[in-house]
């Protein structure tokens, strides 16, 4: 079941109705800068419940904006509907996302993912049912040390 519904999503956010834009979702609410850098919408699209053990919400970056380092205990993953972004993980090289691609956040890793610096970035966040711990800012040094936008 789980396997079915992130088809269905993924197929709606990625591809769309024939002659229609890939706006399925409202962009939601603008997000308080608590563990973030810059302005980031969030939409809650299906909480986790008894029967689904995960949590799925769109997430929609403005240009330069990111998130802190921070761990997802149960897992997460990406599903990138729009735009140019980053995934790093801790001690790895920073990896440069675009729309199609989908990223698997491995439990208990920490890491940080956020816009281009010249371009948004949209993705369909899929989130094990526990609570992301949230560590320190990425820090400008870093941020701006990345090539290839």
């Not at 956010?13 to 608590?34: I, S």
């Not at 897992?75 to 989908?102: H, M, P, S």
Request: charge should be negative; proline fraction near 4%; glycine fraction near 10%.
């Amino acid at each position: 079941m789980k396997t079915l519904l992130t088809f269905v999503l993924v197929s709606i956010c990625c591809f769309g109705a024939a002659g229609q834009d890939n706006t399925v979702f409202p962009r939601g609410e603008l997000a308080p800068n608590l563990h973030h850098t810059g302005d980031v919408w969030l939409y809650h699209v299906s909480a986790a419940d008894p029967d689904f053990d995960y949590n799925v919400a769109v997430a929609t970056f403005a240009a330069g904006a990111r998130l802190d380092w921070h761990i997802h205990p149960a897992g997460q993953q990406l599903l990138i509907i729009e735009g140019t972004g980053y995934y790093q993980e801790r001690g790895k090289e920073v990896q440069i996302v675009n729309k199609g691609d989908a990223i698997k956040c491995q439990p208990g890793v920490e890491h940080w993912h956020a816009a281009s610096a010249d371009n948004g970035v949209t993705y369909l966040a899929i989130s094990g049912n526990k609570r992301t711990n949230w560590l320190e800012p990425v820090s400008e040094e870093v941020y701006k040390a990345i090539k290839g936008d």
